[in-house]
């Protein structure tokens, strides 16, 4: 019991010293020292767009950085790098730490240039429209032109697969790209599993030479798929109507683009014109190889004949349409008349301009011959709309529907093949 009473008063008398042990120990932990001036400078990239700036404190005495880009975003350390996608004035301000405590900048505006005030970027992303602007490879020969290093043509390309034609490739003023196949992807010379992807792009102006765009990270192209890094291609060409690229590729070679804002009928317009000229007939093969009815009920006036009944005088009958918007009738040597009573009758071959575009109601896409009397198939069919709606397509066979069955009208169904 003695024992236990001698050592509490020797802890009692001990916690003095603890306690003035730890007052003593604190105060060499305190910060003490000069506030920090807080300064800093800037130095902007002005060779690309987004524009990067890069910041680096001219502080004293401190040695903790905390930054504010003045558009809602913060960083630390220094030196520092900051993209800045839009264009304006920003408020930059450097928070300093040291021993001394905290010194604040003054707050430094920073402008940041705008890259739609480049011709070739402006037509790139339709800076004076949506400020996003969505591209295809044009439908016209020469839309993929492969060179030497030099400039020597190496190939040219004539007619493109469908599934490259229907590629859009979306440019933004913020320097997205995104790339949406249609369905498949054209790759090692055919149409295989489609690689949707998106990304970021770079906007070179390049005072002393072509405008450039980069594509950042691997896996991302413009038109034939890509497996550099970083892609480069010089803007030859950029307007509203028309879009040329050229790209380096790994072999040394490169490769020249002709793009055009998408259309989403341009695949369509593709299989009805061969990509040149393509001649088509009646599918007298087909069962009712052209109904008569409404919009509702296609068949309500006439069910269609038999494969093989047409008369000969319609089934020899060639359509020929051209990537030009020319329209040809051959009537071989006669035409099959509703006019003359639905028998043969003298021909009535001709040519007409036609109007190729989005279809107004159910339909791929839809062409309209423009000159008077001009028909298809069916010398009724349409006779005062001359429209023609192509419902299903492909490289041998087309089914069209004449007239635009608005208002409960008379619609033809016609089923035609290539010849």
């Not at 050592?7 to 506030?35: F, I, M, T």
């Not at 905290?102 to 240039?113: E, L, M, N």
């Not at 229907?166 to 790759?187: E, H």
């Amino acid at each position: 019991m003695k024992t236990i009473v001698r050592v509490a008063a020797l802890g009692l008398l001990a916690a003095p010293l603890w306690l003035a042990s730890c007052k003593k120990e604190g105060d060499d932990y305190k910060l003490e020292g000069a506030v920090p001036q807080a300064s800093f400078t800037s130095q902007a990239n002005t060779t690309e767009f987004p524009t990067v700036v890069t910041f680096t404190s001219t502080s004293t005495d401190g040695f903790v950085y905390s930054w504010d880009f003045g558009d809602n975003s913060r960083g630390t350390g220094s030196p520092v790098s900051h993209t800045y996608p839009q264009p304006g004035s920003y408020q930059v301000q450097l928070y300093t730490s040291g021993r001394g405590g905290t010194g604040i900048s003054a707050k430094q505006t920073i402008t940041i240039p705008d890259a739609c005030n480049n011709a070739a970027f402006s037509k790139l992303v339709d800076c004076s429209g949506s400020g996003t602007r969505v591209w295809s490879l044009s439908s016209d020969p020469g839309a993929i032109v492969r060179e030497s290093a030099t400039g020597t043509v190496l190939s040219s390309s004539t007619v493109l697969n469908a599934c490259q034609l229907d590629d859009q490739f979306a440019f933004s003023k913020n320097f997205s790209l995104g790339y949406v196949s249609g369905g498949q992807t054209f790759k090692n010379g055919t149409c295989g599993t489609s690689v949707d992807n998106g990304g970021s792009f770079v906007f070179r102006p390049n005072a002393s030479g072509n405008p450039q765009i980069v594509l950042k990270g691997k896996g991302n192209f413009i038109g034939i798929t890509d497996s550099v890094a970083n892609k480069t291609y010089d803007i030859l060409e950029a307007t509203d109507t028309k879009l040329r690229l050229r790209g380096t590729n790994p072999d040394g070679t490169r490769t020249v683009l002709t793009l055009a804002p998408y259309d989403a009928t341009a695949p369509y317009k593709q299989l009805l014109t061969g990509g040149s000229s393509r001649t088509w007939k009646l599918d007298n093969a087909a069962d009712a190889p052209i109904t008569v009815g409404t919009e509702a009920n296609p068949l309500a006036y006439f069910a269609g004949a038999a494969a093989g009944t047409l008369p000969a005088c319609q089934t020899d009958d060639e359509y020929t349409f051209s990537t030009a918007n020319v329209f040809t009738y051959d009537a071989k040597a006669e035409t099959f008349s509703a006019a003359a009573g639905y028998v043969c009758s003298a021909p009535l071959s001709g040519t007409s301009p036609y109007v190729f575009g989005p279809a107004s109601g159910a339909g791929l896409a839809q062409f309209t011959l423009t000159r008077p009397g001009a028909f298809i198939a069916a010398t009724d069919a349409s006779p005062t709309e001359r429209v023609y709606r192509i419902l299903s397509i492909d490289n041998q066979k087309m089914t069209l529907r004449a007239g635009s069955g608005q208002n409960g009208g008379t619609v033809f169904t016609i089923k035609m093949v290539v010849k």
